[in-house]
């Protein structure tokens, strides 16, 4: 028996079937969107138009990033774990992140990034993400090398930040550089924009809004355009497309220097000014106004990391103290006996503070230096009652004594005599 196959049912089979299939292809292959910069440079920040075309019917989301300025980051997780009940005493660093990162989203998301600060700082990064569904924009940062520590705080004490662990994978490396980044830039504000409008047809704007004081250098600017969300259950698959890559640059001039471990620029002026008072105050009470310059610069600088504030009044804090020590000694203020035996401690605690720094937040640096410095103030206010001035009138007469005849023995070119003997050790 012989059976005839007739070839015209199949093609139309075919026909009939291929424009289902290309149309298939058209939606898995959506057009990446095209991006424009209404401008090549900024001047110490500004506002920069970044507007294209995307996919009709797309959500559009604007990363912004420092392409060559990179800033250390680190978090101590001493949380106790819910699940298993225990703290992790982790420590994670990098040296790789962005000086700035910021994603801009569709202007109706902004009900969810005002929820966010609503929160204040317990407000948390990859939730708001996922909320807004920038998730899918989050690019940069989840390419960062992160290195983390098993971490004690003896370890600490001693120098050490623990032992290295091994690398952590993708997933894990991109949710721990969400919290690295909101660690670091800390506010809605500075991590997240509902600037993005767009069109029924794919067409979008974002106006880009960036502060003064950023770092200088390179930026580049990527536009992702997710075009469908499928859910199943928990789990969610986002279909986008990114446009090419677009940059601008951020100039700046002196005064205006970037301070490369802070990751942030500052006009150079205002600190001089500020430190200028705060030493001349700081020294007539016998330090080098560290202690008052450090808070002061975190409330008025914001930008800069506090461990970087704290780092940086120490070497500047010599200056002063030098020429305080000069001048201390001439009129023979100094008692070295005394002074070697609380420096060979302040030595001690120079090496175990900077260790220390590194595992705690802002938050908690600030209500520990609150404290202390509220209670030193009401320690000198108590010492500036009548009834404390009263019990120490003698010793004030004895001070004022002893510094008149230190200046009368130096007019006279007296010092080092029996009259006018300089062995103060």
Known sequence: MKVKFSMVPLLALVMMALPITQQAQAKEEAPAPTITLDKPSLNNGGEITVSGQAPAGAQVYVEVYAADKMVRANRFDSKKDPKTGKIPYKFYLTHELPAFYKIFVPKDMEPELEAARNAGSGWKYSEVLKKIGADASYNAPAKIKIDSYQATIMASILGSRGNL??????KDSKRESMKLVKGRFRSV???LAATVETQPDGAYTAKMKLRTGLAPGKYN???TAVTERIKDGDKETVKKVNSEVASFDNIQSFPIVYLNTAGTSINLLWPFLLTLGISIFGVLMGAGGGFILNPILVSIFPALPHTIVAGTVMPTVLFSQGSGIYNYSKIKFINWKLGI?????MMVGGFIGPKLTELITL?????AFGWILLVLSALMFWQTTPGYLEKNKKEQAILKEFKKRAEECAKRGEEGTKSCPTDQK
């Open 165 to 170: 662990l091994d690398p952590m994978n993708e």
């Open 189 to 191: 504000n500075n991590l």
């Open 221 to 223: 600017v990527i536009v």
């Open 341 to 345: 035996g609380i420096g060979c401690a």
């Open 363 to 367: 938050d908690q640096f600030k209500f």
